[in-house]
């Protein structure tokens, strides 16, 4: 009860629309790890980089193959690469700080969404959800691709849509809707439209455990914390739900290979749904009671306190947050416009979303003005009073009292380089040379600009009557510094 007073006296969640970005038409965003920087796919097939403390356009990568719109972005675990999908089937791997392609693959499939591999810095395979097929595994040297299992049964998928309608017993195929890695990438969990959360090891291609959602329903958005310790599904029920992991967060495929030895009596999908209960256990569900509104992009906030989740109603641009425990703090509107992205900062409490028309909003606390900080003494007032003045409010007084020395040693050095460890990134290997910044790139004048400039001055110099530019040529021939400065 004491926490959850505290959080609505803090209100670490944001309440106002603090201010928004614009470059071209927006369709996805991502942050990289600690929130410095922000990815943005657009429609023309650019992915634009903002630096996101001074908000200014710190990378703009381009792919000259690639015209189709960006489908997603994800960033590498030390945000040395980003990896794009775009709506033309393909997949492409950059280098943030050269900005040069690392690699390129052509799918069969549109990609929806494109995960990097958690575990590495430079990984080597990524997680792909496309638009009709199930999600596979792309390896990134090899450019194979691996197909991940849908269901226990694959045997109502390989009929013909000819043949299936022929057999009234055989259900409708099972299809795979969302798809994500772990913390550490050691696992797969894949909803598929049964309402199954799937956990698969990705190495062997094999289903380790099941787990029924409620409802039986299509599974849309599957999300991991931040800290790996809760899972987030929202399904076509307008129900988001909220899992406990009840693996380690680190090593949980080995654990869960060491800890089922006494279900091996089991078998089948029995065996694979007792594991799973031991996997995920059920903590929370959200939904609108009263507006039964559908569910987008729902995702944690960065320190797992908080889950958010957009309308998915056509020209809304809204989304709710609750708390952990399950009650609603805030419902946040912004412009009539439909929401087409959301994302949670990192370490702070600012959420980002992107809007129909491709504007980038950022949704930040509203900061109520303190004056009394200023000075200890300063009084603030609801409204004007008139202000009687003290007799000796304004005679001069005599020091009497001496200014207090500071305790602070102006002599200790100072250390301004180390970076302290947050506690939100107690897993980083500061060994590793994490980007978190961009140097910026000057943007050079156009020769159009140039060529105006130049004609103009030629302009000026034609209208001017000759003695004058006589006079001029003198000037500048007396005073040879001046115009040595000018033309430098």
């Not at 970005?21 to 600690?34: D, M, P, Q």
């Not at 090899?142 to 299936?164: D, K």
Request: charged residues 25%; glycine residues 6%.
């Amino acid at each position: 009860m004491d926490a959850l007073i505290r959080d609505s006296l803090q209100r670490n969640f944001p309440e106002v629309i603090e201010e928004f970005l614009e470059h071209g038409v927006t369709k996805c965003i991502a942050f990289n790890r600690r929130g410095t920087l922000l990815a943005a796919g657009c429609s023309d097939g650019s992915c634009v980089i903002w630096d996101f403390e001074t908000r200014v356009i710190a990378k703009e990568l381009k792919d000259e193959d690639c015209l189709a719109a960006i489908t997603s972005v994800c960033w590498s675990r030390y945000g040395h690469w980003i990896l794009v999908s775009a709506a033309d089937k393909s997949l492409t791997v950059w280098d943030v700080v050269k900005g040069e392609k690392i690699a390129r693959i052509r799918l069969q499939q549109t990609p929806l969404q494109a995960r990097l591999h958690p575990g590495s810095p430079t990984p080597s395979i990524c997680l792909v959800c496309t638009l009709s097929s199930a999600p596979m595994i792309v390896d990134l040297d090899t450019t194979s691709t691996t197909v991940l299992p849908v269901s226990t049964s694959e045997r109502t998928t390989t009929l013909a849509p000819s043949l299936r309608n022929k057999f009234s017993d055989i259900s409708a195929p099972i299809i795979a809707s969302a798809a994500c890695f772990n913390k550490y990438g050691d696992l797969v969990y894949v909803g598929n439209s049964k309402g199954q959360i799937l956990i698969i090891d990705h190495t062997s291609i094999q289903i380790r455990g099941i787990v029924q959602v409620t409802g039986n329903l299509v599974i849309k958005n599957i999300v991991f914390s931040r800290n790996g310790q809760y899972l987030l599904t929202n399904s076509s029920d307008r129900t988001i739900r909220i899992y406990e992991n009840l693996l380690p967060v680190k090593d949980g495929l080995k654990v869960l290979d060491e800890s089922n030895s006494d279900l091996d009596k089991l078998d089948g999908v029995e065996k694979l749904r007792s594991i799973g209960s031991r996997c995920l256990a059920l903590s929370r569900e959200f939904q609108d009671s009263i507006t039964k509104v559908q569910w987008k992009d729902p995702c944690f906030s960065g320190d797992g306190e908080w889950v958010t989740g957009g309308s998915a109603s056509k020209g809304e641009h809204k989304f709710y947050i609750w708390g952990k425990a399950g009650h609603l703090v805030k419902i946040l509107e912004g412009p009539k416009d439909a929401l087409m992205d959301l994302t949670w900062h990192p370490l702070r409490p600012i959420v980002v979303s992107v809007s129909l028309d491709g504007l980038v909003y950022i949704w930040a606390k509203d900061q109520a003005e303190n004056w009394s900080a200023f000075a200890p003494d300063f009084m603030e007032l609801e409204e004007n009073e008139e202000y009687v003045e003290r007799e000796d409010e304004f005679d001069l007084m005599p020091v009497t009292e001496k200014v207090k020395e500071s305790g602070v040693n102006e002599d200790d050095e100072i250390d301004i380089v180390t970076v302290e460890k947050n506690s939100a990134l107690s897993d980083s290997d500061m060994s590793q040379e994490e980007i978190c910044y961009l140097p910026p790139e000057p943007i050079p004048d156009f020769p159009e600009q140039q060529d105006k400039c130049v004609g103009s001055t030629l302009k000026i110099q034609e209208d001017m009557p000759s003695d004058k530019v006589m006079e001029s040529q003198v000037q500048k021939a007396k005073n040879p510094s001046k115009r040595n400065k000018q033309s430098v």
